[in-house]
């Protein structure tokens, strides 16, 4: 299975979550990799700090001239989820890891203003993908950096529910909260489910338990 995690908006968690919904399948004993498709190297580093005795997470990073459609189809073979963690950007390896994933995620932070635009930019240009290429791209919402006291939050929700409509690209139900376990996690190369803050833990589980959920149906309609 291949999963992209993809935005035009940096800052987003893009590669928070990516890093989380990897040691999540790590420690249910899965295969998983990590290719950090962007040039910060975020996750490159993240991974750095990673103790050796904690489940496996391996992550590649794709060459500056490199073919990521060929590195997606060689760590197919070898791991059972291979997770992409995009730049904030229209790139060929946007395109590519997109198209090559069985769907993708697309963190929105429900602060307002440039979110919701850069989110409409990048939700036409899946639909110019998905006609090029005549294929469905199934791509999810996950909300991040939520906060449930803050009015613009909630309405920010409301908005998004007309691109869930117009773009069919349905929200998850899991909410990542705003929590400060996220950057402390990442700081010491681990994820929110080795962390000490039980409610993190349980949203991240809950979110991998959700993308196993539709994965297994995406793959039985496929069968
Ligand atoms: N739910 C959260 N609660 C608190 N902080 C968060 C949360 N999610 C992400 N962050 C923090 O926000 C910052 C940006 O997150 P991250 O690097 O994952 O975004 P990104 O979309 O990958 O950014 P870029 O586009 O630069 O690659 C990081 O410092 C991260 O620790
Ligand atoms: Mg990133």
Known sequence: ???????????????????????AFAHQGKEVC????????STSMWYRF???????VTVFHVPEKGD????????????????VDCPPAIEGITNFAVAKSDFSLIPVATTGGSDIWATES????????RTRLNAPLPAFFVINRFEKNVNMHKAYLEALDQYVKAYEVPRLETILSKRTAYGEANTNGCGVVEWDNPDA???IEELAAEVQTFAQKLFANHS
């Not at 999963?3 to 890093?19: D, L, P, R």
């Not at 990048?122 to 993908?129: I, K």
């Open 34 to 41: 990590i290719i950090d498709a962007d040039k910060n190297q």
């Open 1 to 23: 299975m291949v999963i992209t995690v993809i935005s035009f908006k940096g800052g987003v968690g893009k590669s928070t979550i990516s890093q989380n919904l990897a040691v």
């Open 201 to 203: 833990k349980a949203e």
């Open 68 to 83: 990521i459609a060929k590195t997606i189809n060689d760590l197919e073979e070898k791991y059972e989820i291979v997770i």
């Open 50 to 56: 990673r103790q050796e005795d904690y489940p496996k």
């Open 122 to 129: 990048f939700l036409e240009h899946l639909n110019l993908l």
